[in-house]
């Protein structure tokens, strides 16, 4: 280590593994590496000793990096560290504009964090409707009267437009977390629409209908379909866990479908004996229970034909997660427990995840064959399978001396 002038003749004379300080700026120094020299500046911030550097000989001239320094040393000065501010204004540089900093979201949160099906609504939320408003804009540019505009060009949609704000709410605070956005989330301030709940309850009629609609429309649609459907109003499972089901998830001795994912993680769904029956009756020739068009993928989210079916059955506004609901709302009606109806779900509070850990299958798998049964009786048949060719198909058939079934 020797200390002298940091000049340009200096700085050349400099051999690999030398460290020469400045004999007049405290800290100011440079040091000589294989292939390089590069200055830098010890200072005190924190109370803890730092090395920031500023940059290489020959890209930096030395009255170039002693400036750099003294700008260095009055920050530490302040009490602030100059390495850290750098640091700061570098990644809000490389955040750029906000199309830039959605490709950092997509990157660090949603590709690593989100589930497939969640991922590709961000992915579609972002691109449809916020990179054209705001991908060119620099992030810090984006106010909350920009947010309020927003709000104003969905005053016709407000649910949809909970949905931009939140997603919005949560990108600016992942770059808030990030260091890359400075100033207060543009969103905080920005209310929320007020929303009604949609409280969708099926009744016996409903049930009927919707059941009749589904053997009418046997003929015509894809069987998939109207498998999906009935076991989504036999179960209460989410549509994703059902798309997705596939037969070696289905355990027909123990009356149970064993999810290894879902919304919700791990989970197992109860199955009542009409869901069982319809599974049991099934034929395996694709891995997914509801297959699609080619059997080697899923079936699509079947939104056309579940449009034409609720027409059919003269129940327009039903949506396929009503179903859910009408599974909920029916075991409810028939008195069971709040922890039964609970876990037959899978719901995911935590809170309700503590009140169930105790919870034995066999008393929800009860809870859910009163239910599905129950569901069943609505819909004035039965669900049977049929042993002519070995257990290999399922059928409704109507229901001989049973009536509807009180409570």
Not at 205 to 226: Q, R
Not at 237 to 264: C, Q
Request: aromatic share 6%.
């Amino acid at each position: 280590m020797a200390v002298g002038r940091i000049i340009k003749t200096s700085v050349d004379a400099l051999k690999p593994g030398e460290t020469l300080f400045d004999d007049e700026l405290k800290g100011f120094m440079v040091r000589a590496r294989t292939g390089a020299k590069v200055y830098a500046l010890k200072y005190v911030a924190g109370g803890r000793q730092r090395i920031m550097t500023l940059g290489e000989h020959g890209v930096l001239t030395p009255d170039q990096a002693r400036k750099a320094a003294l700008q260095a040393k009055a920050t530490a000065t302040r009490g602030d560290d100059p390495q850290l501010k750098r640091d700061e204004e570098k990644a809000r540089a490389e955040a750029g504009t906000f199309a830039k900093f959605a490709a950092l979201y997509d990157q660090r949160h949603v590709g690593p964090h989100q589930k497939d099906r969640t991922a590709a609504e961000t992915r579609r939320l972002i691109e449809r409707y916020l990179k054209p408003r705001y991908g060119s804009r620099p992030l810090a540019g984006v106010t909350k009267a920009d947010v309020l505009r927003l709000k104003d060009t969905f005053a016709d949609r407000p649910v949809a437009f909970n949905r931009l704000r939140a997603l919005l709410h949560h990108m600016f605070e992942k770059a808030r977390e990030w260091d890359l956005h400075p100033g207060p989330n543009p969103v905080a301030d920005v209310p929320k629409n007020r929303e009604r709940a949609r409280v969708t309850t099926l009744s016996a009629a409903d049930y009927k209908a919707l059941f009749g609609a589904l053997k009418d429309a046997e003929a015509k649609e894809h069987p998939s379909v109207i498998l999906c459907i009935r076991l989504l109003a036999l179960t209460g499972a989410r549509l994703s866990e059902i798309l997705t089901l596939e037969w070696r998830h289905v355990d027909i001795d123990n009356a149970a479908l064993r999810l290894p994912d879902s919304k919700t993680g791990a989970k197992v769904i109860a199955l009542g004996a009409p869901a069982l029956a319809l599974l049991a009756g099934q034929k395996r020739v694709s891995k997914f229970v509801c297959y699609g068009r080619d059997m080697e993928s899923p079936l699509a989210p079947p939104q056309r034909q579940w449009r034409r079916i609720r027409t059919a059955a003269k129940l327009p506004d039903l949506h396929i997660h009503d179903l859910r609901h009408g599974f909920a709302t029916t075991a409810a009606m028939g008195g069971e427990a709040m922890k039964l109806i609970g876990a037959a779900l899978g719901h995911s509070s935590s809170q309700m995840t503590d009140r169930y850990i105790a919870l034995e299958l066999d008393p929800v798998r009860a809870a859910a064959d009163r239910v599905s049964r129950r569901i069943e009786a609505f819909t004035g048949a039965a669900i049977t399978t049929d042993k002519s060719d070995g257990g290999a198909s399922a059928e409704i058939v109507p229901l001989k001396g049973r009536g509807k079934r009180k409570g």
